[in-house]
């Protein structure tokens, strides 16, 4: 288990229970589904999809009583990433419950459980201040996502924030903390909406998708974060930095099994592309994109996450095209 990772992973696990199905069900209709319980969480994912991706990873998170703790600890031994888990006796273990229909496409519904409980002290300062990148997401406590952005931050440390899912609670005062945003199109307009310096209530998505880009780069900038990147799932994902505004298309011709954890697979692949191209934005999105197009070709979320040898092979088939920049538009 390494003791100074590159990357310091701090959030969500749960425990997932996929009912895969022909189609989603309607209101008042019954399906018949097959079940498959596997391992999840934004965090989690996230950090295992780093760790494969051979980059130094360490998790910190919460999980509640039960054997699974003990399941998980030795996942992660067997990956070779770091993993700290805070057990919290008086709460089960996070839950997700995922409904996957013929066509890959997923709807969740989590408890987050233990991961609620998730407090500052379980996340050790040494790991905090000594990692080259922490990356949190909003599926765990929100005192302790803030904490550790902020200590981070101070640190000089490059901190991500994925804000997955979209909360009611959200503080936007969170985001001075944060160098690098990396919303889906949905929490994207959340924030639009939300945030007092914007606070266009009626922005949806028509709205971001009728947008030219140099336009959404303009909105993008009143975030004031350094690094903005919104996720736009099968089209790619769209890079605001205060100099520049780029797109880069999601690969194509891939078959679609499973879109569970394609969001967190971008956005451990892309920390690891940070360290892996120090700190290069553009190919730290690329990786990202490379490593998120994988995970959608198996089912289910962690498991998915692609390894090293196999991201290799993918990224020298693919060097002709996208991974020389040829497939990126630039402005």
């Known amino acids: 288990m390494p003791t100074s990772p590159q990357v310091l992973v701090v959030g969500s696990i749960m425990q997932d229970m996929t009912f895969a199905c022909a189609d989603f069900p309607q209101g008042g209709q019954t399906v018949i589904a097959?079940?498959?319980?596997?391992?999840?969480?934004?965090?989690?994912?996230?950090?295992?999809?780093?760790?494969?991706?051979?980059?130094?990873?360490m998790f910190v998170g919460a999980m509640g009583r039960g054997a699974y703790a003990g399941e998980v600890a030795a996942f992660y031994r067997r990956e070779k990433i770091g993993c700290r888990l805070a057990l919290k006796t008086d709460r089960p273990t996070g839950t997700a419950v995922i409904l996957l229909n013929g066509e890959g496409q997923n709807m969740i519904v989590i408890e987050p459980g233990a991961?609620?409980?998730?407090?500052?002290g379980d996340v050790p300062r040494a790991l905090l201040t000594g990692a080259?990148?922490?990356?949190?997401?909003?599926?765990?406590?929100?005192?302790?996502?803030?904490?550790?952005?902020?200590?981070?931050?101070?640190?000089?440390?490059?901190?991500?924030?994925?804000?997955?899912?979209?909360?009611?609670?959200?503080?936007?005062?969170?985001?001075?903390?944060?160098?690098?945003?990396?919303?889906?199109?949905?929490?994207?307009?959340?924030?639009?909406?939300?945030?007092?310096?914007?606070?266009?209530r009626n922005f949806d998505e028509r709205a971001l998708h009728a947008m030219p880009r140099e336009a959404l780069h303009a909105l993008c900038r009143l975030f004031k974060v350094p690094t903005l990147i919104v996720t736009m799932g099968s089209r790619g994902c769209f890079i605001s930095e205060k100099a520049r505004h780029m797109f880069i298309p999601a690969h194509r011709g891939l078959k679609?099994?499973?879109?569970?954890?394609?969001?967190?697979?971008?956005?451990?692949?892309?920390?690891?592309?940070?360290?892996?191209?120090?700190?290069?934005?553009?190919?730290?999105?690329?990786?990202?994109?490379?490593?998120a197009a994988l995970s959608i070709t198996k089912p289910g979320a962690a498991f998915a996450m692609p390894t090293r040898k196999e991201l290799k092979r993918f990224l020298r088939k693919t060097a002709t095209s996208q991974f020389r920049g040829k497939g990126d538009q630039v402005c």
């Open 34 to 57: 097959r079940l498959a319980v596997g391992q999840g969480g934004k965090g989690s994912n996230q950090a295992i999809a780093c760790g494969r991706a051979g980059v130094r990873t």
């Open 256 to 291: 679609v099994v499973d879109t569970t954890g394609a969001g967190d697979a971008f956005c451990g692949g892309f920390a690891a592309g940070l360290v892996r191209y120090k700190g290069r934005i553009a190919e730290a999105a690329r990786h990202g994109t490379a490593v």
């Open 115 to 120: 991961n609620a409980r998730l407090a500052p």
């Open 132 to 200: 080259k990148v922490v990356v949190t997401q909003l599926e765990s406590n929100l005192s302790t996502t803030a904490h550790t952005l902020r200590l981070a931050h101070r640190a000089g440390v490059t901190t991500v924030l994925n804000p997955a899912p979209m909360r009611h609670d959200f503080n936007p005062r969170l985001l001075r903390h944060v160098d690098i945003l990396i919303p889906n199109e949905g929490e994207f307009i959340a924030l639009v909406r939300k945030l007092p310096e914007i606070h266009r």
